[in-house]
């Protein structure tokens, strides 16, 4: 198998083998979930688990913020952090310092407790992969799940698409973007998406669940396009998106064009997806605008039958999916010409 998610028909199969569930579980493992939600008392807890393998550099801080992001987007408070840490054999003493101090920090700024883990050198890894999980809280009254578009809802893109994958290629491709014309600052800027715009939305998913959404996703591994197809296989909707209305940052266009890469299939954490009924989106775009966060209405959903388009131009066309995402593919193809 290549790099990147399992395909969905093959997850969708292994997880239809699995046993029954605890009735205590009220969301468990689906295609296109952002996380599980188990009732514990009167309360819930949400749990999500995320590895960070395509970045080489600040996976500590990576780490945390993905799965906060996972965690709001069901409408929870990110609480407890636990993070399994496999090392090459050639890190050294300063590399596991630093990787911590990300993860202290990142947790610092999100107000979430590290609560343990698992820390090994193996030489079953070439480069130091971290995989997180995080738990958080809500009421059952404030879940919020991807399966709960309807035809007819409002489509919202909250912030730019392929944030963290405009950061991750100018930080791991860098000097191939210098090759193909891309100048000294212009890469700087596009290192510190990371940072401005940033890739949490905790802030805006909190923003937006207050004010009433029928359903978030954190669209991440594999880009707009596969998170939509995610919502969509999730809520049994058809949509309709609207190519002209993505926002796409000027520089994510820059890096994508010079290394060929397509930015609807860019991983893109910095992004939330959310699903809105036609009387409630003035509210959330209001929301939002008050946080201070970039939305737009980008699409509609339809009845499953209608299938997923992309309107370009006024024209109608399948919405493209990707086996993979981008930055997978652009590894593989810099492996094999090594």
């Known amino acids: 198998m290549k790099q990147g998610k399992l395909p969905h028909e093959l997850l969708a199969s292994l997880l239809g083998r699995l046993p029954a569930r605890d009735p205590r579980v009220i969301v468990g493992p689906r295609v296109g979930e952002d996380a599980a939600a188990v009732r514990v008392g009167d309360g819930l807890i949400v749990a ?8 080489t550099d600040l996976i500590g801080w990576y780490a945390v913020h993905v799965n906060a992001n996972d965690i709001a987007v069901m409408g929870a408070e990110p609480k407890w952090f636990l993070a399994a840490l496999l090392l090459p054999e050639d890190a050294t003493e300063e ?9 202290v920090e990142a947790c610092e700024e999100l107000g979430i407790a590290p609560i343990g883990g698992h820390t090994e050198v193996t030489s079953s890894v070439e480069r130091p992969v971290l995989v997180g999980c995080m738990l958080g ?14 035809s007819g809802d409002a489509i919202i893109l909250c912030g730019a698409v392929a944030i963290e994958g405009t950061a991750i290629l100018a930080r791991e ?55 939509l197809l995610e919502l969509a296989l999730a809520s049994k909707v058809g949509l309709e998106i609207e190519a002209e209305r993505i926002p796409v940052l000027p520089l994510t266009r820059e890096v994508c064009g010079r290394l060929g890469v397509d930015p ?3 991983i893109a954490s910095g992004a939330l997806l959310m699903t809105v009924r036609p ?60």
């Open 48 to 55: 999500g688990m995320d590895p960070i393998t395509f970045a």
């Open 95 to 103: 590399d596991v310092v630093s990787i911590f101090d990300q993860l």
């Open 137 to 150: 809280e809500t009421d059952p009254k404030r879940l919020v799940t991807t399966d709960g578009a309807c």
């Open 173 to 227: 491709m860098a000097e191939l973007l210098r090759r193909n014309g891309m100048g000294e600052e212009a890469v700087a800027r596009a290192r510190d998406f990371l940072f401005d715009p940033g890739i949490s939305v905790v802030a805006a998913a909190r923003a937006a669940a207050e004010v009433g959404v029928t359903a978030m996703h954190d669209p991440t591994e594999g880009g707009l396009a596969t998170g």
């Open 264 to 266: 609807l299939g860019l």
């Open 279 to 338: 009387e409630g989106v003035d509210g959330v775009l209001r929301a939002l605008e008050e946080l201070g966060r970039e939305a737009a209405v980008i699409g509609r959903a339809l009845p499953e039958s209608e299938g997923l388009s992309l309107v370009v131009e006024g024209k109608r066309q399948p919405l493209p999916r990707f086996t993979r995402d981008e930055v997978a593919r652009l590894f593989d193809e810099s492996d094999e010409r090594e």
